[in-house]
């Protein structure tokens, strides 16, 4: 996969299924990928990114506990 692909707003929830104030606030936090500001009002996030996010996830989840 092209590690330079970008997703939008819409394609990042989808992905992830959290909400955008959750995703602002986890971000500011430091706990999920940085955006990438394209414009004035437009915003992405590297594909690749947020793989690699969700797979550190799932990594870090302790089956027991689910």
């Known amino acids: 996969m092209n ?4 997703i939008n707003e819409r394609e990042r929830r989808a992905i992830t299924g959290i ?3 959750t995703w602002h606030r ?3 936090a430091g706990l999920v990928p940085r955006r990438i ?3 004035p009002r437009r ?3 590297y ?3 947020i ?3 969700l797979e550190e996830r799932a990594r870090d989840t302790d089956p027991l506990t689910t």
Do not use: F, I, T
């Open 19 to 21: 909400s955008r104030s």
């Open 37 to 39: 500001q394209l414009g």
């Open 47 to 49: 594909l690749a990114d």
């Open 51 to 53: 793989n690699d996010w």
């Open 26 to 28: 986890w971000e500011k």
């Open 43 to 45: 915003v992405a996030w």
């Open 3 to 6: 590690r330079n692909y970008v």
